[in-house]
């Protein structure tokens, strides 16, 4: 006992000198961040500009009000008013980028120099099969998704709007090559052509989320709410995001900065008749004399949900509550803004254990509790050609595992420090480069009376440089990063044994891209890319040591796992006229030291995995058709498929787990109303979600069975209300799985619960309600 105390304050002590250490390292790049700062903002423009112009409709030449005039790397911009005349003070005297939107009207995006100009009028087309004109965050900053070589995809805010969903991964779960592993109703992890878990990067507030996403049931801790737009991008993305991003990544977008002399109150609710869901959100924003704010409540209750097999499903029920903030300042020399953020969710878990006698669910008494808390300081500063951008953060994710009210079995605790700099030139010239580097700090502790994964502390950090060279017709990018990751997991003691042994891990790879754009002619575009992918073990692969509950399987893992590389071919072609819009994506990817989990053969236990590695392959596609015969109809149809396998192994492991099935997404889309004086933006929208066989399951030992075809039949509708030129409220119906198809998801963990599995959500009907108050 006492050799056990003696190690014990000995391992404190080293891991006390261990902490200050990093930390020492983390204020350090502090003190270069803020010496870089502060004479930046000295030599920054402090030209005053005043830019104003007109909106008008291509159509008629009417006035387009409301339409949004915004610059996306100043994060400045404004409305049109009721004459489409718009006024946007206090710009900087830069190039830049400028970015008109409109519901139901194409996006204009084009450069402006405001040095020399003062004046500048848009006429908006209507939308048709054209594909729409995004800004996208691009390997060096804000650019034009017709200019990124990687595979990028954006879900705009009327889509997010229109979606029901129970969270913000599952609003996204529908876009072409994206799919979700879901456990009840509450929780939803990402997976990208195939791959999710640490082999994708979320990204949010401009920083990556952490949350301990090793968990087969640890979700994403964002409030939906806040999320103004999506967006994705498919294949590796490790040049900006380092290790873990092989996959791809992520962006959650909050909201644009309102415009100057502003306020806005808007409130919103929801409701969902499955499981009775019910949440509401009140957001209220501003702009005061170059001071912004942005802060948004919001609440989320829901009850099991409900299939025609199963009834209630004991356990599915989940409770939210979330709280995000934004104070800052915008001005000539650039802006600043402080970020914060509280998450909170409970949701039950599902046991899945039936009556012998009914065969119905028994209820369950266990269930989780996160808390996510979020700092960031989002810095950007405009200097020559480009901008300097500063981003610092902190995050504290608690996750607890409670069997009922009084007994806590899992408690992790993990505290994460982001920090990156880089320059970003800016993105009208014919050169366009970024260089920076980044990285983080992370410290976990475990605080239940249960143990899977040691505690640990990280340190990593990356230097990254990328080029674009825009030609006539030719766009060409490439960049490489360098990441250093060193990884110490402690001792620790359980029952008088000794549970997880000290050791500590160094990690270091090289990554990058290399891309091109040929625009064949005015319509047809062409583009290659080649990415080479890097992750790090994490540490639920190199030292777990525990029952992970809900899994069913004694999981141990390996301290010489080596990091993963990946190479993966991105090819696509895309035509865009007014009437047909065509787009075809081809990947192939390849990762050598794929970990994966294997069953071990065991006298004393049948359910005994270990982490171990060989070669997985990746191949697929996603294609897209959309249809605009006329004026007020879109027929968009959308295909997804990835053949995902293991090499050099038997038929019954060779297929990868939680393999997404093929998918064919069609949406029949009617525009009522264009632009009426009480309703506009009407519109109606029936959709298809045919999930084709997916017989590519990986059997070995139970892990898997093959999934049957379903299809599930949906429709939506919507419109704005208005008067006097304002939007009074926006207004959604839904009804998801019309005909109470009783199905099974391949990416549901609740399909390999006690006996027939659990099925599914039911038939669905929900209404969705957005009041939007402008203060001038």
Known sequence: MIKQIKRTKARKIVSGWLMFN??????????ILACVCVPVSAGTTTNKVVLHGRVTDAIDGQPVVGASIYFPQLRQGTISNADGFYTIKDLPAVKTTIQVTYVGHLTIIQSIDLRTTTECNFVMQENNATLKEVVVTGLTGSTRADRSPAPISVVPPRVLQATPSTNIIDAVAHQPGVSQITTGGGISKPIIRGLGYNRIVTVNDGIRQEGQQWGDEHGIEVDAQSVHSVEILKGPATLMYGSDAMAGILVLHEAPVMPQGTMALNVGSEYQSNDQLF????????????????????????????????????????????????????????????????????????????????GRLEPSEAFQKIDHYKAVLDNSFLLGDGALKAVAGYQQNRRREFENADELGLDFRLHTVNYDVHYLQNANTDWQFAAGFSGMWQYS?????????PSYRLFDSGLFASVTRQLERLTLSGGLRYDIRRLHSYEQMSEGELRFTDFTRNFHGLTGSVGAIYNITSKLNMRLNLSKGFRTPNLSELGSNGEHEGTYRYEMGNHHLSPEHSWQLDYGIDYSSEIISTQLSLFANQISNYIFLEHLTSDDADNLYQYRQGTARLLGFEALVDIHPIEQLHFENTFSYVNARQLHKPEESRWL????????????????????RTLTNTFVSLGIECYLRQNHAHTAYDTETATPSYTLLNLTAGTDVRWHNRTLASIYLSGTNLTNRVYQSHLSRLKYADGPGIYNKGRSFGVKLLIPVTIK
């Open 657 to 676: 787990p939680f393999t997404p099935a093929p998918r064919w997404n069609s949406d029949l889309r009617y525009d009522i109303i264009r632009d009426g």
């Open 445 to 453: 502790e475990n605080l239940g009376e249960e143990y899977l994964i």
């Open 279 to 358: 949440d509401y959100t009140v957001n209220f924003a501003g702009n005061q004399k170059g001071w912004v704010w942005n802060w948004r409540w919001s609440q989320k209750d829901a009850d099991k949900y409900k299939n025609k097999v199963d009834g209630r499903v004991p356990g599915s029920q989940f409770h939210e509550r979330a709280l995000t903030g934004i104070v800052g300042t915008n001005r000539r020399w650039g802006y600043s803004h402080l970020k914060l953020s509280y998450y909170n969710l409970k949701p039950g878990l599902i046991e899945g254990e039936r009556d012998e006698e009914t």
């Open 22 to 31: 990093d930390m020492k390292r983390i204020y350090q790049i502090m003190l």
